[in-house]
């Protein structure tokens, strides 16, 4: 809303001005198209000045404060080495002719869009080694959930993430850095055909979120000195998200214990998927196919349909069959979640208890 409120201000200002313009212009000439033309051109640089501001979303304070440092340096420079270049380009015996100062205006102007250009391009090109903001000074912020999201390779491949995205939950920009981008593309390029298989569904998943407009996705350079000495790709990503302030995305149980023992924040696919599995109570009945046999003697093991494992007491003897069982227990692992229980209706259960049947009394002469 402040944004709006800007830009229409900015607008408001800049209509007055185009007005300001074109009276200024046709009362100075006499000629009413001189003023409609500065009152056109003073519109368009408004438009085309907000059109850039709305059109370019991905603005970065890094690269803006490059350009800006880099345009008020060169022309610095661009003035100073003007300056000392000023008593070799005039000719005193020449007097008071125009084209005396002609040569200095243009090689001041031709000197200072040189500098200009050349510290903006050096800028810009290492503008990830420097900090540009003058007084140094980092506001908190308010919300985690705008703590950028740095993505790693197993992740990308796994799928989920792009599927989360859908769901327009996240609200943070994403980050692919360039090495995990090599990394993705080498898997993709193996003579393993399983490796092979698994780094193309890697670029095919990263394309399928380029192209999903609910979220901000950015491949990053990476080009961080505090990364030159660092090698193992895993390293490099806790080293890169510890210096962005972001969070890993990640399925990879080591490397989520790195990043904790180096202080940066986690967040393990797998953890969020069991939290979002659906919680079997004591007691509660269920229906599940066993599939195969248990560790145990007697045990039947079967699959819920978010891939919850279920360990049934007894189930041995109806493999291949769907049951209804009563949960007894369950056990929340790191690996995911495990649901014991034991068949309804056995013994064991309220339900059903085994009857003693007594044998009929034998008969004199039998």
């Not at 696919?269 to 196919?289: D, I, R, S």
Request: net charge neutral.
């Amino acid at each position: 809303m402040m944004l709006w409120i800007l830009r229409g201000f900015f607008g408001a200002l800049i209509i007055g001005v185009s007005i300001y313009a074109g009276t200024l212009y046709a009362g100075d000439t006499g000629k009413t198209w001189l003023g409609v033309l500065a009152v056109a051109i003073v519109l368009a640089i408004g438009v085309v000045v907000v059109a850039t501001d709305v059109l370019v979303r991905n603005k970065q304070i890094t690269t803006l404060s490059a350009i800006y440092f880099g345009l008020l340096l060169g022309l610095l420079l661009g003035t100073l080495f003007s300056n000392a270049l000023a008593p070799y380009l005039t000719d005193e015996t020449m007097g008071d002719k125009p084209h005396k100062y002609s040569l200095l205006d243009g090689v001041r102007i031709l000197i200072t869009v040189i500098f200009c250009y050349v510290v903006t391009s050096t800028l810009l090109q290492t503008k990830d080694e420097f900090r540009f903001i003058i007084p140094y000074v980092e506001f908190s912020k308010q919300m985690k959930g705008n703590r950028p999201m740095v993505l790693d390779t197993s992740v990308i491949i796994d799928g989920r993430i792009a599927d989360i995205c859908d769901t327009r939950i996240i609200d943070s920009k994403l980050i692919v850095p360039r090495f995990v981008l090599q990394e993705l593309q080498g898997i993709a390029d193996s003579s393993d055909k399983l490796k092979r298989n698994r780094g193309r569904r890697g670029l095919d998943i990263l394309k399928r979120m380029q192209g999903n407009d609910k979220i901000e996705l950015q491949i990053h350079e990476a080009n961080l000195t505090e990364l030159r000495e660092v090698n193992r790709v895993d390293e490099r990503l806790v080293v890169f998200a510890k210096v962005l302030g972001g969070r890993v995305v990640t399925n990879d149980f080591n490397l989520n214990k790195i990043a904790q023992l180096q202080g940066v924040d986690v967040i393990n696919l797998n953890e969020v998927a069991n939290a979002l599995k659906t919680v079997a109570l004591p007691g509660e009945a269920l229906p599940v196919k066993l599939v195969k046999p248990g560790d145990q003697l007697g045990q039947g093991v079967g699959y819920l349909d978010d891939g919850t494992m279920v360990v049934v007491e007894g189930g041995r003897q109806n493999l291949g069959q769907e049951v209804n069982i009563v949960v007894t227990s369950v056990l929340q692992t790191p690996a995911g979640r495990m649901i014991f229980g034991r068949i309804d209706g056995r013994p064991g259960s309220s339900a059903e208890l085994p009857k003693y049947v007594v044998p009929p009394t034998p008969t004199p002469g039998n």
